[in-house]
């Protein structure tokens, strides 16, 4: 195999596949790129972590001789980012490639194509639906921000459900203690359920969020996997073999206190805050609000310190204290982003809800967390926050005596 390659063009596809390789994985050809260069002058990159996976067609490559062969990721993929010159030679042989860039000449072991692994053809799977590229990544970013660390059991841990149904695409995660839900409208083939890793639609959705409205993903599935198809790229993703709960039993629409805020502003103010609840074990802030009046945040820890915020949003409803984790807290807001922000609380107890003012395309649950003696300021702490009146410092009787006369010698 030997190809002319401009390199800017090339890293652009080459940076996605990389992405894509199994690092800490046993299998050495997974740890590289499969690169297939057609008599046709077609060059497609393929890699894989093995559940996850991605064939791309890649731009600014010329076949001079076809082939194929598995480079390693971190060796080449470090030569496209520091070669100085933009034009280069690639050529491999059974087991050395050379790679010839002017001054620059380097060569570095392959491995056979034969040794990669083997990843799924879409040509038999079924078109679910199709939905433009960036509104796919925000609904995959909004819908997978609930989704917690991968675990053994349950195993939806992890997961983001993608369901097509009457018209409209949602994603869905949850790991107990919160739920977010995004969804949009989209042209559907098939009503269908599909149960995936959240960490690589989250892969996907950042590598396709700066696609403009003209770049159309189908997505395709059949029983063991998914794919989402662009016009020069295919991902393809392992479906994960579990049931996802039920989310629609446990949504209620209680709401005793109303706040409406703009989220980015405070998503500022909790990073701040979170300063010291990070500190803590629990990781707990409180809240406390009242209807007409101002809104106050604090986190405390005994050791260290206390942080406390008052805001004036808009505030209706009952009088309500409550505590939450801070950093789940958090993850709604960035979901939501700079936006107006509807949150509806029920009680010290109850599910909150975080929405955007006036759309129902995006929901976050959380429930409350139970707030301690130890979350309360002490008597000393709520006087160094309460705000005095400013007094005047008197100055000296002599000082304001020699003041007062030259004032008056003063003409205006």
């Not at 890649?58 to 060796?75: Q, S, T």
């Amino acid at each position: 195999m030997k190809l002319e390659i401009e390199r800017q063009d090339f890293l652009k596809a080459w940076q996605n596949a990389e992405k894509l390789t199994a690092s800490k994985t046993a299998s050495e050809s997974a740890k590289g790129v499969l690169i297939t260069a057609s008599e046709d002058s077609t060059v497609t990159l393929e890699a894989t972590d093995l559940n996850t996976s991605i064939k791309c067609r890649a731009n600014g490559a010329n076949v001079i001789e076809p082939g194929k062969a598995v480079i390693p990721a971190a060796i080449f993929g470090g030569i496209l980012r520091k070669l100085d010159t933009e034009d280069f030679v690639l050529e491999v042989n059974t087991t050395r490639g050379f790679l010839n860039a002017g001054r620059n000449k380097m060569r570095f072991a392959v491995m056979s194509s034969e040794t990669f692994p083997n990843i799924p053809e879409s040509s038999s799977a079924e078109v679910i639906c199709e939905i433009a590229a960036p509104l796919l990544a925000k609904i995959i970013t909004e819908g997978s921000s609930a989704a917690s660390q991968p675990q053994d059991f349950p195993k939806y841990l992890g997961t983001c459900l993608v369901r097509a149904s009457e018209g409209q695409l949602t994603a869905v995660s949850t790991d107990g203690k919160r739920l977010s839900l995004s969804k949009a409208p989209c042209m559907v083939s098939k009503d269908e359920d599909l149960l995936l890793s959240a960490s690589a639609l989250k892969d996907l959705a950042k590598n396709i969020a700066s696609l403009g409205e003209d770049n159309t993903v189908r997505i395709l599935a059949d029983g063991s996997m998914a794919w989402f198809a662009l016009d020069a790229s295919e991902y393809s993703v392992r479906r994960v073999d579990s049931s996802f709960p039920k989310f629609e039993r446990i949504l209620n629409d209680e709401q005793y206190t109303t706040l409406r805020v703009n989220a980015g502003e405070l998503l500022s103010v909790l990073e701040r805050i979170d300063i010291i609840a990070k500190t803590t074990t629990a990781h707990i802030m409180s809240i406390s609000m009242n209807p007409g009046g101002d809104m106050r945040i604090t986190a405390r820890a005994p050791e260290l310190g206390t942080a406390s915020e008052t805001l004036q949003p808009e505030i209706t409803g009952k009088n309500l204290q409550v505590g939450f984790n801070v950093s789940y807290f958090m993850d709604g807001l960035k979901a939501l982003g700079n936006e107006q922000a509807l949150i509806e609380f029920s009680g010290e107890e109850g599910q909150t809800r975080m929405k955007r003012e006036g759309s129902d395309d995006f929901l976050y649950m959380l429930m409350p967390a139970r707030l301690s003696t130890q979350d309360a300021m002490t008597e000393e702490e709520s006087a160094d926050f309460t705000e005095a009146p400013y007094e005047p410092i008197p100055a000296p009787e002599a000082e304001q005596s020699q003041e007062n006369n030259s004032e008056s010698d003063t003409p205006f």
